[in-house]
């Protein structure tokens, strides 16, 4: 992944149009005559990436994918990525806020955050046709000015939502409904409450509280799911966001341990240090 002054963001509504809260791309068309090269960035809305034909790179918060048919990619707001397809690929891309989704029914609301902790989800050529077939119906659509568009784009965009669950399902990447269902999801409202409160609480206790359970209720649920404990996750979380910064951005160390809820910059400097063998410092120059 490149070294950029900044991290971009990009947003879905755009000055004059800030009602928008889809946007859909044919990657046929765009890759017709040359390929497509996305520096590093992130977004304030979902993207969701569906490859039916072509080869590339994509590289998702420092872990490098090599894109292919078949291969379906969805980024949560905040992440960060880099995108290289080459001419002549096919395919979609969605882009939705996250309000375009709860219009949902509160099962598939539920299935959606559980499809959101996933980056990568692969299927043969063959079997993602049915939501292909969606993605194709959904660009077809935001072409007309039809009554009711909207509505017809998101009811398409919930049967890819279902075929991507059901992939999970196959995998085993999720458990089977009637399962465990409810530590599935308790797991996925920690893993969202973490990814938005990790600047400024690091307990186990406050992830715990904030869902009304016990620290040993939600350690069970994490150490059954991930074979990690809550406090490891944190870290985790909490070292993601400093290699983002430290190799997207040329702010300084201090600047970044302020950024991440580090009110002592040298005890950030000695947790960095203790996770990754190397200081911040030592860190960002490696990648250079």
């Given amino acids: 992944m490149t070294t950029k002054q900044a991290i971009p963001v990009r947003q879905l509504n755009r000055p004059g149009n800030s009602s928008s809260e889809f946007k859909v791309l044919n990657l046929a068309l765009l890759l017709k005559q040359e390929g497509l090269t996305e520096s590093v960035h992130r977004h304030d809305f ?15 918060d420092f872990n490098t994918y090599k894109t292919e048919p078949g291969m379906v990619f969805l980024l949560r707001p905040g992440q960060i990525h880099e995108l290289n397809l080459r001419k002549g690929g096919a395919g979609f891309v969605l882009q939705f806020a996250g309000d375009f989704v709860p219009h949902a029914s509160e099962s598939l609301r539920k299935k959606f955050k559980i499809i959101g902790q996933h980056n990568v ?16 119906k959904i660009y077809a659509e935001s072409q007309t000015d039809a009554i009711e568009k909207n509505e017809a784009i998101r009811l ?8 991507l669950y059901r992939r999970l399902v196959e995998q085993e990447s999720v458990s089977q409904p009637g399962g465990d269902d409810f530590n599935q999801q308790q797991l996925y409202t920690f893993l969202e409450l973490l990814e938005q409160n990790f600047h400024l609480k690091k307990r186990v206790s406050d992830y715990a509280d904030m869902m009304n359970l016990t620290p040993y209720q939600l350690n069970n649920i994490t150490r059954s799911a991930l074979n990690k404990p809550v406090s490891v996750l944190i870290n985790d979380q909490i070292l993601l966001e400093a290699k983002r910064l430290l190799l997207t951005t040329s702010h300084q160390v201090n600047h970044i341990a302020f950024d991440l809820g580090f009110e002592d910059s040298s005890y950030f400097i000695r947790f960095f240090k203790k996770h990754l063998g190397a200081s911040p410092t030592v860190f960002r120059q490696n990648f250079k």
């Avoid at 979902?46 to 998702?60: D, M, S």
């Avoid at 049915?130 to 194709?136: D, E, H, L, N």
């Avoid at 398409?156 to 075929?163: A, C, D, P, Q």
């Fill in 121 to 136: 989800i692969s299927f043969t050529k063959e079997s993602l046709a049915p939501i292909a077939q969606s993605a194709k």
């Fill in 156 to 163: 398409h965009l919930h049967l890819i939502f279902i075929e």
């Fill in 46 to 60: 979902y993207f969701l990436l569906i490859i039916t034909e072509g080869y590339g790179t994509h590289t998702i």
